[in-house]
């Protein structure tokens, strides 16, 4: 049962977590969207998310987009959570992938960033976030994994006051979850702090 679960407990106290499984079914305060600027929730993680959530989302989205405008890629904007067992969804605007040399490494992180950062507006201790840009917007895997981790790891070392406390990422797909949970060692080894320990 525990298979597509890797657990990676933090010298802060914080524990990221590595899951296999259904975004639109974590029992986080947030889950996070991968969202477009106008957040039409069509296919893919947001069509999901619109589904099994609800008229709630699709209605509060577009409430957003009426009062702010587009959502800007590299930022996000949040609303309830509808039916889902998440209290809100964050919807973060990743780049569409255009061969890398238009700033889809920066834009990315800020999308992650700044889903973290409303988190921690409403302080939130919990977050589930996905493979951001990796479905529609054709962002490779292999560049995308580590960008998002480091995104995540940077905010978390940078803001010590957050409330977020537990991060989860959630991907059906048995090869992403591997790949996060590799460069997760990885990335957390070299920063001295290792996959510390078991609980």
């Known amino acids: 049962m525990n298979k597509g679960h890797h657990t990676y407990h933090r010298p802060d106290g914080r524990v990221l977590r590595i899951i296999e499984g259904d ?22 993680v947001a069509g999901a998310i619109a589904r099994n959530g609800g ?38 605007v990743g780049p569409v992938w ?19 950062t409303l988190a921690d507006e409403r302080g939130l201790a919990t977050i589930a976030i996905p493979a951001i840009s990796t479905g529609i917007f054709g962002y490779p895997i292999d560049r995308a ?7 995540i790891l940077e905010y978390l070392d940078e803001h010590h006051g957050s409330s977020l406390r537990d991060i989860h990422i959630c991907d059906m797909n048995k090869a992403t979850v591997a790949l996060f949970a590799y460069e997760v060692s990885r990335l957390e080894g070299e920063a001295g702090s290792g996959s510390a320990g078991r609980a």
């Open 23 to 44: 975004l639109t079914e974590q029992d986080s305060d947030a889950i996070v969207n991968a969202a477009n600027e106008i957040l039409a929730h069509g296919g893919g």
């Open 55 to 92: 008229p709630q989302i699709t209605s509060e989205s577009r409430r957003w987009v009426e009062q702010h405008g587009r959502v800007p890629t590299g930022s996000a904007a949040i609303t309830g959570g509808g039916n889902l067992k998440a209290r809100y969804v964050i919807h973060a």
């Open 98 to 116: 255009d061969g890398g040399s238009r700033g889809e490494e920066r834009l990315l992180a800020s999308a992650v960033q700044g889903a973290l």
């Open 145 to 151: 994994v580590p960008t998002i981790l480091t995104a």
